[in-house]
């Protein structure tokens, strides 16, 4: 069935850093990726999303690229902040009807 | 305004006990869900309800019963709790089916079996 493989946490960095949280799929077909994150005391929320290959998903200086030759969608960005830190969810879908999640990888920036 | 409301955020109980968690959505979204998150953190689907009908069950017990009383509703009843029921369950919707919109996702109840 389909999985996601998300790097394991938690993931500590200093302010202004350089991020790559790691994720790869499998998945029987063509799935569209996700990144949600969720923020303390919050419900996760959609960060950014790609659906094709080589598609580049992008919000908030945030990226992932679809990699369909290594299938793996990783998470960067360039310079983090304090208010990165968050707990992030790599998710998949093949058909539509639901996600299917990573582990999650919980990040905190220190000043 | 919070989009997706779950209560309660914490729920204590002991084993064979009977409880719920209720979730509302003020979003007019048609499609709801309600996710488990076991003690390994992963997030697995367990019921999605569009226009209140049951459209995915996923392999859960019959002990865990969701009720949709309406669009904006989205129950969950357990019976009979036992040790393993203990995880963070959430709460989820979207317009149309999740993985084709954004999927809007409660805080989260934290339910532990003693």
């Known amino acids: 069935g389909d999985s996601v493989t998300q790097m394991e946490g938690p993931v500590t960095l200093s302010e202004e850093a350089f991020l790559t949280i790691n994720c790869t799929y499998t998945a029987t077909g063509y799935p569209s990726l996700f990144w949600y994150v969720q923020y303390p005391g919050e419900g996760l929320q959609l960060l950014l999303k790609?659906?094709?290959?080589?598609d580049k998903g992008s919000n908030k200086g945030f990226e992932a690229t679809y990699r369909k030759e290594t299938t793996s969608f990783h998470l960067e960005k360039g310079s983090v902040q304090v208010s990165d830190s968050a707990v992030y969810f790599c998710a998949l879908s093949e058909n539509g009807e639901k996600l299917t999640f990573g582990t999650g990888t919980r990040l905190t920036i220190i000043p | 305004d919070t989009a997706v409301s779950q209560t309660p955020k914490y729920l204590v109980t002991q084993m064979g006990n009977d409880k719920s968690i209720k979730c509302e959505q003020n979003?007019?979204?048609?499609?709801m869900y309600w996710y488990k998150q076991d003690s390994k953190k992963f997030l697995k689907i367990m019921f999605s309800?569009?226009?209140?009908?049951?459209?995915i069950n996923e392999t859960v017990p019959n002990r865990f019963s969701p009720k949709s009383p309406d669009k904006a509703h989205l129950n969950l009843h357990i019976n009979s709790l036992e040790l393993g029921d203990s995880a963070v369950y959430f709460c989820?919707?979207?317009?149309?089916?999740?993985?084709?919109?954004?999927?809007?996702f409660g805080q989260g109840t934290r339910l532990t079996v003693v």
């Open positions: 790609a659906t094709k290959a080589d």
């Open positions: 309800y569009n226009n209140k009908e049951l459209i």
């Open positions: 979003l007019g979204h048609d499609t």
């Open positions: 989820a919707s979207s317009q149309d089916i999740m993985g084709y919109t954004e999927a809007f």
